[in-house]
């Protein structure tokens, strides 16, 4: 699911390259020592098939379950999609 970095602002696929992602807070740094659980953002850029196709691959590898990633929005491109998916992934520091 998508959240807008601002609250109850409308989130815009029109140009993702003009799009501002504000860093949220945890992102934060890391501890000073130790592993931790740090968020990383995935997108995908292509045709909707080619978006489910990897989607698919990367939960039959384990990755990720199909319903963590966002519903394929238009980039605006024709035949472009992109889908986003952040996860917590463990980090040693």
Same mark, same amino acid.
């Given at each position: &699911? *998508? =959240?807008?970095?601002?609250? /109850?602002?409308?989130?815009? %696929?029109?140009?993702?390259?003009?799009?501002?992602?504000? &860093?949220?807070?945890?992102? $934060?740094?890391?501890?000073?020592?130790?592993?931790?659980?740090?968020? *990383?953002?995935? &997108?995908?850029?292509?045709?909707? #098939?080619?978006?489910?196709? =990897? *989607?698919? +691959?990367?939960? @039959? #590898?384990?990755?990720?379950?199909?319903? /963590?990633?966002?519903?394929?929005?238009? %980039?605006? #491109?024709?035949?472009?999609? &992109? $889908? *986003?998916? %952040? @996860?917590?992934? @463990? +980090?040693?520091?």
């Amino acid at each position: &699911m *998508i =959240t807008p970095s601002v609250q /109850d602002a409308p989130a815009s %696929t029109a140009s993702p390259a003009a799009s501002s992602f504000a &860093m949220p807070q945890s992102f $934060a740094p890391p501890p000073p020592s130790g592993a931790y659980q740090a968020p *990383i953002r995935h &997108m995908l850029f292509g045709s909707l #098939r080619a978006v489910q196709s =990897t *989607i698919r +691959v990367l939960h @039959k #590898r384990g990755y990720a379950e199909p319903n /963590d990633w966002s519903q394929p929005m238009s %980039t605006g #491109r024709p035949n472009e999609v &992109m $889908a *986003i998916l %952040t @996860k917590r992934v @463990k +980090v040693n520091s």
